[in-house]
């Protein structure tokens, strides 16, 4: 497919120039105005038309391209004027595309969410032409923990903090303003990494965090993140080993992070004996997230049927899920029964897997797999068989609208009425 539309796309912009670049008419004015008002296009192509001609990684580049010479950049752009504003016609139509979609959907009172990671591939543009910004002798990853012993080596570059402070945080501006012109809200992955980034040497022989001190990394974070929630609503991904900073810190911002429903809970030790206790769902913040699962984990039904009658019990003993069976295998009735407490949670925001609403049993991602099935996954049906499939639809207006997140649900019977969160304390409905 990629073969297949790279050459629709050349044959489109040919026409493109030939008819309107060469003709000087209103739409090539459009790109111009579109170049113009995307300062990042110029580097971003110059790197795609280097690496589609070098095929390497830039640090294998010839010297004076990897070292952005300027004698030696300047004779590409010379060479390869068609080949540079191709690469500005091409995201120029694909953000065309996007907000005329976007255009369409929030008609409907419905926005998109994105995703904000919180650091870049090493091989990018960004990191090419801002490298004074990171730390290309140090490697990202994740420290040792409950789940990874070893830690995870992510290998993408370390933020140089002190050189982005002394830019002002231009570059992470960019990127938040970028996210703030696509997305109605965004989700900042891993958090964490905005305060403090765990980083270990090539050799392996060098590790710690970025800042290493407390007190810097919580300024550090609540500085960065106050600079991109200037650009839009922001969803904080805080899940993982974790300081007990975090969650304080934002709260103060204002932010929030997820609840998850199978991870909120605390053990304590009573008697001498170590008890686990359940965050109950309905005395979650309403700043912050109710969710049943993430990307990384598997599906509700999964779930319930692989854990033991004894952690089923600490979840039945929720008053949602009163009269639930812990020896009870998922079925429609648990399934149900589940969505109704997520969806009751005060959290102004709640986040469920089609899978989940379903029940079925379909993962998006299998963490540390590599194959051809992981991250393939399609639903089950499209939306004109969802929409025709009116037991499946009236269920799920019913679950949403006796909890209130169903803006315009009336009766059970209801199946037409538009999904949306709830709206936040002293608003107006979230979509109408």
């Known amino acids: 497919m990629r073969s297949l539309k790279a050459r629709a796309f050349r044959r489109a912009f040919q026409g493109f120039l030939e008819k309107e670049w060469n003709q000087r008419s209103a739409r090539a004015m459009e790109l111009r105005r579109f170049r113009e008002e995307?300062?990042?296009?110029?580097?971003?192509?110059?790197?795609?038309?280097?690496?589609?001609?070098?095929?390497?990684?830039?640090?294998?580049w010839p010297a004076e391209l990897r070292d952005r010479v300027p004698a030696a950049l300047s004779r590409v752009i010379e060479e390869s004027v068609d080949e540079l504003l191709y690469h500005c016609w091409l995201q120029w139509q694909l953000d065309g595309q996007w907000h005329k979609a976007r255009s369409q959907v929030r008609a409907l009172g419905v926005d998109f969410m994105g995703d904000l990671p919180f650091v870049v591939s090493g091989d990018s543009s960004d990191?090419?032409?801002?490298?004074?910004?990171?730390?290309?002798?140090?490697?990202?990853?994740?420290p040792p923990d409950p789940f990874s012993p070893t830690g995870q080596d992510w290998g993408l570059p370390l933020y140089d903090w002190h050189a982005?402070?002394?830019?002002?945080?231009?570059?992470?501006?960019?990127?938040?303003?970028?996210?703030?012109?696509?997305?109605?809200?965004?989700?900042?992955?891993?958090?964490?990494?905005?305060?403090?980034?765990?980083?270990?040497?090539?050799?392996?022989?060098?590790?710690?965090?970025?800042?290493?001190?407390?007190?810097?990394?919580?300024?550090?974070?609540?500085?960065?993140?106050?600079?991109i929630g200037g650009f839009g609503q922001v969803v904080a991904e805080d899940l993982g080993a974790l300081p007990e900073f975090l969650r304080p810190s934002l709260a103060r911002l204002g932010l929030?992070?997820?609840?998850?429903?199978?991870?909120?809970?605390?053990?304590?030790?009573?008697?001498?004996?170590?008890e686990t206790l359940l965050h109950d769902p309905a005395a979650w913040p309403v700043i912050s997230v109710a969710t049943s699962g993430t990307h990384d984990t598997e599906m509700q039904a999964e779930w319930w049927d692989?854990?033991?009658?004894?952690?089923?019990?600490?979840?039945?003993?929720?008053?949602?899920?009163?009269?639930?069976?812990?020896?009870?295998?998922?079925?429609?009735?648990?399934?149900?029964?589940?969505?109704?407490?997520?969806y009751a949670a005060p959290s102004e925001l709640c986040l469920l897997p089609f899978q989940d609403l379903l029940g079925t049993r379909e993962r998006v991602n299998v963490p540390g797999t590599v194959n051809d099935s992981n991250w393939t996954y399609r639903m089950p049906m499209d939306v004109d068989a969802l929409r025709a499939d009116?037991?499946?639809?009236?269920?799920l207006a019913q679950l949403a609208g006796e909890s209130g997140r169903l803006v315009g649900y009336y009766s059970s019977t209801s199946a037409s009425a538009t999904a949306g969160v709830r709206p936040a304390v002293g608003e107006g409905p979230a979509s109408e």
């Open 390 to 395: 009116h037991a499946t639809t009236a269920r």
């Open 306 to 342: 692989s854990v033991s009658p004894d952690e089923r019990r600490l979840f039945t003993r929720l008053p949602g899920l009163h009269g639930i069976d812990p020896n009870r295998s998922f079925d429609d009735q648990v399934r149900d029964a589940l969505v109704r407490v997520l």
């Open 256 to 274: 929030p992070g997820y609840r998850v429903l199978r991870w909120e809970k605390t053990e304590v030790w009573r008697d001498g004996r170590k």
């Open 38 to 60: 995307h300062d990042w296009l110029a580097e971003h192509g110059l790197y795609c038309v280097l690496h589609d001609r070098l095929a390497k990684h830039w640090q294998e």
């Open 127 to 142: 990191v090419w032409n801002n490298r004074r910004l990171f730390r290309l002798d140090m490697r990202v990853g994740a």
């Open 164 to 227: 982005m402070e002394r830019t002002g945080f231009r570059w992470m501006r960019q990127r938040a303003r970028r996210a703030g012109e696509m997305f109605g809200l965004f989700r900042v992955d891993h958090v964490i990494g905005m305060y403090r980034t765990y980083y270990r040497s090539a050799d392996g022989r060098k590790s710690g965090f970025s800042p290493a001190d407390e007190d810097a990394q919580i300024r550090l974070g609540e500085t960065l993140l106050s600079i």
